[in-house]
């Protein structure tokens, strides 16, 4: 999975820049691909790989900045670095609070800008592993009976078997094989583990009385 | 006094009659021989005051009554022999008196004539003298008069020329010399003692460049008898420099010929230095809010400058990295160095573009240019401003616009200030498109009209009248001189700029037109 290569975008309006860009960031062994307005990239398809998005802030039509707006919107995580011609405080303020991952003055050197994408890439690789784990335990959890589902939450607040036998109106035995099919179906080595899980899909113990 | 003719000849027999009435009575008592002596007294009488006519008439009577009373035989006219001789002497020296008296009666009469016609004449004679006498008194008042009234209107003119730094003189044809008023000496810095001098005294002092034009202008007068008026400098013996505006004027005689040259020269030393200052100032302003409206562009300008500053260096660290490779690739690092290279330019360009904005011009004379190419200018120079805010562009250039005399830096300022002033108008959140349009038509009169309109909140009602005053702003940070400057541009290039509120739809519109360049060379 790991050999997956990552894309290097650019945006930028500047012809010039963009090929400087280009350029450099291709002979740092990146995949590039420019392009002129956000507008553009937007339409652009997108595959499916580590990616890291330079970005100018002044583009016509759609800003930068508004195109970072719209990605968060669209909950499509994009690492983006910042390059502007004349940046001012609140610019960047606000454009690292938005979760850029830099913001650079143009002109910059190539150590700060790779750098830079470097850190983007990385934190889109770990991104995208963090989405495949999740997508992965949300696929073991889907094959949990309703029954086992329900056991799930009180397994992972800590309650012995007896406890939840008799919360839920039933044997002990019964339970206890009941955990061994959540234990199992999602590949829990131990408790401890599941606890993990639990909290990685967001699964709360009931309140309890 | 005439006595009547009647009275004069009625003189001679009253008197007669008297005296003959006395010898008769001297007889009759026998007082003494009759004698005719009373009648030649009656005769004498009679011609003294009645003339010779009533004399001749007396001594008629007289014989008459000599004959009939006193010689005998009395009472009768008859005459005896011895009587006769008598008679005839008698008759002839009445005669003789009558003459004689009358005579002397007449040149009496001529004499008190004479004398009364001579006292008229002297009463007239004086009477006319008085007259005379009379009048020369008035006259030596008048002319007195006059001669103070010439003697102050000279004090006048003097004062006034003095005042008013304007000197006259007079070039005389024949003989060459010029004649000079006191303050065309003060101005030309000549003695009194130079009242009256060759030209050459003035002329000498004159800057070279302006005598060429002041010589062919006053040989040109005399020539061709053409008015003239000039401005040139002439440098004083101190070292200083006056600036001299002369008019003048040929004048004709009778037979045609220029006699002289008469004219004026002003000293507009003053007036030139202080229209220099406030050129100066002016032109100092002026800069003071080109650089303001430069620093409302700074951000445009960092970015312009350092787009291509990041394309050299973004460019320069991958020939880096290209190099470090084992294998070099010629073809990507030609390419990257060429990018360089062009980027380098653009900057260069860049900064040419601020500095031609920001130079300080001297408010030199214009020159022929087209104002297309000057709002291209000022476009290139804003457009990353305009993209920044979002606004679209729609110009609409006239093609084969005329051409307009003018400053291009003061007239690019003019446009800046109208397109930065739109921008501005349109960066509030109206949630209208934010349009800019820019136009250059020919108007009518032979005129060149250049419109820039927005489509922002517009002007103000209350305030749109003073929008174009010194110090208005409704910017926070505005320094409320761009529009009040703008004007005193476009003015004193002969156009107008005013304002209006886009017709039919929101925003202002700001219009100025100039003077063809055609229109005027007409």
């Known amino acids: 999975m790991n050999e997956e290569a990552p894309i290097v975008f650019v945006v930028d309006d500047e012809k010039l820049v963009r090929r400087a860009l280009e350029r450099l960031i291709r002979s740092a062994g990146f995949e590039v691909r420019t392009f002129a307005s956000a507008r553009d990239f937007l339409s652009a398809g997108r595959p499916e790989a580590p990616a890291c998005l330079v970005l100018d802030v002044r583009l016509p039509d759609l800003s930068g900045m508004d195109l970072q707006q719209e990605l968060m919107r669209a909950g499509d995580y994009l690492p983006i670095v910042f390059v502007t011609g004349h940046g001012d405080i609140p610019m960047t303020v606000r454009a690292m609070k938005a979760g850029a991952v830099e913001f650079l003055t143009k002109p910059f050197r190539d150590q700060d800008l790779l750098g830079a994408i470097e850190q983007g890439i990385r934190s889109s690789r770990a991104a995208r592993e963090h989405r495949k784990e999740i997508l992965a335990l949300r696929q073991c959890y889907d094959s949990l009976t309703a029954r086992e589902r329900e056991v799930f939450p009180l397994v992972t607040s800590g309650l012995l078997n007896k406890q939840i036998a008799v919360r839920l109106g039933t044997s002990e035995k019964t339970i206890k094989v009941h955990r061994g099919q959540v234990m199992h179906k999602m590949e829990a080595a131990s408790l401890a583990d599941l606890v993990r899980m639990g909290e990685k899909l967001g699964i709360r113990p009931p309140i309890s009385d | ?522």
């Open chain 2, 1 to 522: 006094m005439e006595r009547s003719a009647l009275a004069r000849w009625a003189l001679a027999p009253v008197l007669v009659g008297i005296a003959s009435a006395i010898d008769l009575l001297l007889q009759t008592y026998d007082i003494r021989r009759p004698t005719p002596e009373v009648l030649l007294a009656s005769i004498v009488i009679t011609a003294w005051y009645a003339g010779a006519g009533p004399g001749i008439l007396a001594v008629t009577l007289a014989v008459l009554s000599l004959l009939y009373f006193f010689l005998p035989p009395s009472n009768s006219f008859a005459i005896g022999r011895p009587d006769l001789l008598y008679a005839v002497s008698y008759v002839f020296f009445a005669l003789l008196t009558d003459w004689f008296s009358s005579v002397r009666r007449r040149t009496e009469r001529a004499l008190e004539q004479a004398r009364s016609d001579l006292e008229i004449k002297v009463a007239e004679r004086t009477a006319e003298l008085e007259g005379r006498n009379e009048t020369l008194q008035l006259e030596i008042a008048e002319r007195r008069r006059v001669e103070e009234e010439l003697r102050r209107s000279e004090a006048y003119l003097a004062q006034a020329q003095r005042l008013s730094h304007t000197g006259s003189w007079a070039w005389n044809a024949s003989s060459g010399q010029v004649s000079f008023s006191q303050e065309a000496l003060r101005i030309y810095g000549l003695s009194s003692a130079q009242a009256v001098s060759a030209p050459d005294v003035v002329l000498r002092e004159i800057f070279a460049e302006d005598r060429a034009a002041l010589e062919s202008y006053v040989t040109g007068a005399f020539r061709d008898r053409h008015d003239f008026e000039i401005d040139y400098r002439i440098g004083m013996r101190d070292g200083t420099v006056r600036y001299l505006h002369s008019v003048g004027r040929p004048v004709v005689n009778g037979s045609g010929e220029v006699a002289e040259l008469i004219g004026t020269t002003m000293d507009v030393t003053d007036r030139k230095l202080a229209e220099q200052d406030l050129q100066e100032a002016k032109s100092q302003l002026a800069h003071v809010a080109r650089v303001q409206a430069m620093g409302e562009l700074t951000a445009s300008i960092a970015h312009e400058i350092n787009q291509p500053l990041a394309a050299v260096v973004a460019n320069a660290d991958a020939c880096i990295r290209l190099l470090a490779n084992e294998t070099i690739n010629m073809k990507e690092l030609r390419e990257a160095v060429g990018d360089i290279a062009e980027a380098g330019a653009r900057a260069g360009d860049v900064i040419a573009r601020i500095r031609a904005f920001l130079r300080k011009t001297p408010p030199a004379a214009g020159c022929r240019l087209n104002l297309n190419g000057v709002i291209q200018e000022v476009l290139d120079l804003t457009r990353s401003e305009i993209d920044r805010h979002e606004i679209s562009v729609r110009c609409k250039l006239t093609r084969r616009l005329p051409e307009v005399q003018g400053d291009r830096v003061e007239l690019q300022q003019v446009i800046l200030n109208l397109v930065m002033n739109s921008v501005e108008a349109m960066s509030a959140d109206t949630g209208r498109p934010r349009v800019l349009a820019i136009g250059s038509a020919t108007a009518g009169d032979g005129a060149v009209e250049v419109t820039v309109s927005d489509s922002g909140i517009g002007l103000p009602a209350e305030t749109s009248g003073r929008v174009f005053d010194a110090f208005f702003t409704t910017k926070p940070d505005g320094l409320g001189l761009g529009l009040a400057i703008s004007r005193s541009i476009i003015e004193s290039h002969g156009g107008r700029l005013w304002a209006v509120n886009s017709e039919g739809k929101a925003g202002a519109t700001f219009r100025f037109t100039l003077p063809a360049c055609g229109a005027e060379a007409a």
